[in-house]
């Protein structure tokens, strides 16, 4: 997995980033939209937009695979 740019991610949320990137490319997206909540909810400015994204994007294929 690539490591993101690390203003936006320190050691710690880029393991929970690759987590949750992990679970979304497995078809875990409730799983990965936790793990982004997690992140979004511990940061601010251009993390915390980009964490929210991921989540939001990770919340919608679950509702999918719902039906």
Known sequence: MRKYKTYLCS????????????SMQS???FEAHELLEELFKECTGE????FHGLAQIAAAH???TLG
């Open 62 to 64: 679950h509702q999918l």
């Open 11 to 22: 050691d710690v949320q880029q393991g929970v980033l690759s987590r949750a990137m992990i």
């Open 47 to 50: 993390s915390r937009l980009l």
């Open 27 to 29: 078809g875990h997206f």
